[in-house]
């Protein structure tokens, strides 16, 4: 099994590595550069919510503030991309540690917690959409820059698929490791109950603000790929919508194992390039894909799958 | 005296759930506190492990004050409270909850050094040693590698007792351990309980289940309506006219 699983690895490393050079298709590899940059989104979401238990409202502002403090790093303290990018998710870092250290202190849970987060991340949402003279308001920031890499401009959407992958990898990798040690046991156990954690010696607070921080840092440094991807820069990047984004993509993927969100990335980005609706039946489509998932398999599409082979191993 | 419990006074508005109460441990001892339903018996025991601040008086844990002191330094400190109805995850096995426990020994083995378990995971193996020791203390060989969610009632309370031993504590504080347990699983209970005490951990248990208590216990406390109201060897304090009153509601003799 362990090498079978192993060979099954490999052979998705080699086939998303080799992918490029068999699609030529701009159009596929742009979906694809979106799906792993959203994938990175609801891997780094599902830490806070899938592993900790805890329904973060936060991640699209983490996600958003991370673009602008680049751009605005860059622009103002004239460092290169990233700098800027560490920069940004530092700054994300700090405001991550003040909103976590005021809804952990009061022990804000389920519902009040995703409210209070919603309430911050709100608050960012309409300072950026109202400090026109940072931001531009609605207009939002053109960025004319791309990232430098050894010695590379990743400008073609061949390298930004490469720089997507290996991004996301890495997320994969830093969760995983994140998630398989003392720290995810730690994770668990607060999930389960406040009060267990407590009674284990485990320090609630701590753990709790260790995996909002480190969710929210990756978000930002996700950000900051997006935007200089796209190109572009608007307040939408801190919405509502984006957040409840990444829950879908989370519950629909599966949210008990590190990688089962990047399936359901993969799907919500690249379903609406597959099949062509208006705005509002997509809404409408998508909305009863999500509850029909939901309904049918509450472990979501990889989780359900998951557990299907495991059945099937042992029996 | 390893814990002193000082006047310990819990009120809600009104309700006065624990009452002036107040007894010591000494170390390897087995102490008993029982009482009718609603005496006030667990909030005492959350009162002593942190989990809610006294009204007044105070806890001394090796003669040091712990009232006040966060719950999870108080469990550092190796005194560990289990939970009446256990706290489990349906979808990982025995030895995975022990693993999810493990966190104080970690810390106390590897201090910041655990960080290096991050980047080699070898590191934290020797936890696993432990893990499976406390699995045969507990008798939980046979289910060890089954899902939670498989587990009889039984084996599921004697999993919480595994995970709080996990703690390594110095004193474990058992709430109810034998309710909803058959006479059987008692048994086991008892076994193992007496093995605790073998190896040097001290035990503080409140049950309602009298039998059960009196055949274990060094040392019996009996609540009623949150105040003590009998302390000594089981079988006398059983024989107490006020704990039978508590218990009965008359006295033995009208029966």
């Known amino acids: 099994m362990r090498f079978q699983n192993r060979f099954l690895f490999f052979a998705l490393a080699v086939a998303l590595l080799a992918l490029p050079l068999g699609v030529k298709s701009d159009v596929v590899l742009t979906i694809l550069v979106f799906s792993w940059l959203q994938g990175m989104l609801a891997v780094s979401f599902n830490l806070i919510f899938g592993f900790t238990g805890q329904l973060t409202m936060f991640h699209a502002a983490a996600f958003g503030i991370a673009g602008y403090a680049t751009h605005l790093s860059m622009q103002h303290l004239g460092v290169g991309y990233w700098t800027g990018t560490v920069l940004a998710a530092l700054f994300v870092s700090v405001l991550s540690i003040i909103v976590g250290t005021i809804c952990f202190r009061f022990r804000l849970k389920e519902f009040y917690f995703a409210i209070v987060t919603l309430a911050f991340s709100e608050m960012a949402r309409l300072t950026v959409l109202n400090w026109n003279s940072v931001t531009n308001g609605t207009l939002g920031i053109n960025l004319q820059e791309k990232p430098w890499l050894f010695g590379f401009k990743v400008n073609d959407t061949v390298s930004w698929y490469y720089l997507s992958l290996v991004a996301l990898a890495v997320t994969l990798l830093v969760c995983s490791r994140l998630v398989h040690s003392w720290m995810g046991r730690c994770f668990s156990a607060i999930r389960l109950n406040d009060e267990l954690g407590d009674t284990l010696g485990i320090n609630v607070f701590r753990y709790k603000l260790a995996a909002f921080v480190a969710g929210n840092f990756i978000a930002a440094v996700t950000g900051s790929l997006y935007a200089y991807y796209l190109g572009s820069l608007e307040p939408g990047f801190l919405s509502i919508d984006q957040s409840l984004g990444i829950v879908a993509m989370v519950l629909l993927g599966g949210r008990s194992s590190v990688f089962a969100p990047v399936v359901g990335a993969v799907l919500l980005t690249a379903l609406p390039h597959l099949i062509h609706f208006s705005a509002e039946v997509r809404s409408i489509v998508y909305g009863s894909i999500l509850i029909l998932t939901i309904l049918v398999m509450p472990q979501g599409i990889y989780g359900s799958i998951a557990a299907l082979l495991r059945k099937r191993h042992a029996s | ?255």
């Open chain 2, 1 to 255: 005296m390893l814990l002193e419990v000082r006047k310990l006074t819990k009120r809600f508005g009104g309700l006065t759930a624990v009452a002036d109460v107040s007894f010591g441990i000494s170390k390897g001892e087995i102490v008993g506190i029982f009482g009718p339903n609603g005496s006030g018996k667990t909030t005492l025991l959350n009162l002593v492990a942190g989990l809610m601040p006294p009204t007044e008086g105070g806890v001394l844990w090796k003669s040091v004050p712990i009232q006040g002191l966060p719950a999870h330094e108080v469990a550092a400190s190796g005194l560990v409270k289990t939970f009446q109805n256990p706290q489990l995850f349906a979808e990982l096995t025995v030895l995975e909850h022990l693993h999810i426990a493990a966190h104080l020994e970690l810390k106390r083995r590897l201090g910041w050094r655990r960080l290096a378990t991050l980047v080699r995971p070898d590191l934290a193996q020797a936890g696993h040693e432990r893990a499976a020791q406390i699995v045969r203390i507990c008798r939980l060989e046979a289910s060890r590698d089954r899902l939670a969610a498989e587990i009889s009632y039984g084996e599921e309370k004697m999993l919480g007792v595994a995970m709080a031993l996990m703690c390594e504590p110095e004193l474990l504080l058992l709430d109810e351990p034998a309710s909803g347990l058959g006479a059987g699983e008692i048994e086991n209970l008892e076994a193992v309980l007496r093995d605790l005490k073998a190896q040097g951990t001290t035990l503080c248990i409140i049950d309602h289940k009298v039998g059960f208590l009196g055949r274990l216990a060094d040392r019996a406390i009996g609540l009623h309506h949150g105040a003590k109201i009998a302390e000594g060897a089981p079988d006398e304090v059983l024989r107490n006219p006020d704990v039978v009153m508590a218990y009965l509601g008359h006295s033995r003799d009208r029966i």
